[in-house]
């Protein structure tokens, strides 16, 4: 692992309880397959996942009051998606940092998003383990500064479809469905109502002017959901 020092010199807060840090870029796999919950950055990624949502949304709620709901489950659902925070974790220096197996090493770029997603969320815990609310909120509102000031200015998810169904695959061999609720309006100017369904659970519905639009608003709809669980 590279100097600690520097990484927190980065991140602009030194950690009583450097452990934290350095449990938070501890890679699955330098655990080994018996390893506890308590030795790598599993549970601290789950906590940090939470986090941001939560600011990312009290940032985004309290900074634009004259936009509505919609707008800012886009603007949210775009930035805490795995290449949104794979991006912000790459000029951090996260990745030189990572503790992993030499096997993993090797393989590493077959898996970089994800590992850099799941060690900037982790480290997101760390800082909220070690500092409080306040150390974890001023540095994701420091690393999101630019997109949380102008959230009609933040690339949308390019995919919605596709990043749910490999969201949802990761854990089940089963495809999301989408399923077409209602149309209405006349044949010009009809309206598509369509909701997305996984293991026969509705995931989120929307609304377009073609089948195409409305299932693309529906996977975002879901998107939206799982990340705010």
């Known amino acids: 692992m590279a100097d600690l020092q520097a990484l927190q010199e980065t991140l602009g807060y030194t950690f009583r309880d450097e452990s934290l840090l350095r449990l938070a870029l501890t ?15 599993q549970r601290m990624e789950f906590l940090g996942d939470a986090i941001l949502q939560a600011v990312i949304s009290d940032a985004l709620f ?4 004259d936009h509505d709901e919609g707008t800012l489950t886009k ?4 930035l805490v998606n795995g290449t949104s925070l794979a991006a912000k974790a790459a000029p ?13 090493r090797a393989d590493f770029e077959r898996g970089k998003l994800s590992a850099l997603e799941d060690a900037l969320e982790a480290v997101v815990a760390a800082l909220f383990l070690d500092g409080g609310m306040d150390a974890s909120r001023d540095f994701v509102r420091k690393t999101f500064a630019e997109e949380l000031a102008n959230p009609d200015k933040i690339e949308a998810i390019k995919n919605p479809k596709g990043e749910l169904q490999e969201l949802l695959q990761a854990n089940s061999e089963e495809a999301p469905t ?3 609720l209602n149309s209405t309006g006349p044949d010009h100017d009809r309206e598509f109502e369509v909701v997305v369904k996984h293991l026969g659970q509705a995931l989120g519905q929307g609304r377009g002017s073609s089948k ?10 879901a998107l939206a959901k799982i990340q705010a669980n």
């Not at 309290?62 to 009051?65: D, F, G, I």
């Not at 603007?75 to 775009?78: C, E, I």
């Not at 299932?215 to 709809?221: F, G």
């Open 27 to 41: 890679h699955p796999s330098a655990s080994g397959k018996q390893s506890s919950p308590n030795e790598d950055n």
């Open 212 to 221: 195409k639009a409305a299932e693309t608003e529906a996977a975002l709809a």
């Open 92 to 104: 951090l220096g996260l990745e030189e940092h990572l503790v992993m197996s030499r096997g993993q």
């Open 75 to 78: 603007a949210r659902a775009a």
């Open 62 to 65: 309290s900074l634009h009051p």
């Open 178 to 180: 989408y399923e077409l």
